[in-house]
Nanobody, 121 residues
Framework: VQLQASGGGLVQAGGSLRLSCAAS????????VGWYRQAPGKQRELVAR???????DYADSVKGRFTISRDNAKNTMYLQMYSLKPEDTAVYYC????????????????WGQGTQVTVSS
């Protein structure tokens, strides 16, 4: 299974972006999915996840501004980002695992390649 992330780019503070992550197969259904980010010099951070039951959860730093969703029929997951801040600048990665706990621990079974998000002030 391959995960292909896209949608990153350069945006001004206060702007919006929507990241997409397309899978090569039917992997999202029944699995937990999530988005991580890693800024230069910082540890990778899980910013949003959806459990296999469909319950979303967010890091405090993005709560109220980011929305994670998935479309199992299209084998695609999304991260809608609003009110972007310069501190949101990072490489964003999508990930999938049967167990949400493995997402929390940062060891999901499947990783997508990163997409760069840069927010200018």
């Amino acid at each position: 299974v391959q995960l292909q992330a896209s949608g990153g780019g350069l945006v001004q503070a206060g702007g919006s972006l929507r990241l997409s992550c397309a899978a090569s197969g039917s992997i999202f259904s029944g699995n937990a999915v999530g988005w991580y980010r890693q800024a230069p010099g910082k540890q990778r951070e899980l910013v949003a996840r959806i459990s296999s039951f469909g319950t979303p959860d967010y890091a405090d730093s993005v709560k109220g501004r980011f929305t994670i969703s998935r479309d199992n029929a299209k084998n695609t997951m999304y991260l809608q980002m609003y009110s972007l801040k310069p501190e949101d600048t990072a490489v964003y990665y999508c990930a999938v695992d049967p167990f949400v706990e493995r997402l929390r621990r940062g060891v999901p079974k499947f990783w997508g390649q990163g997409t760069q998000v840069t927010v200018s002030s």
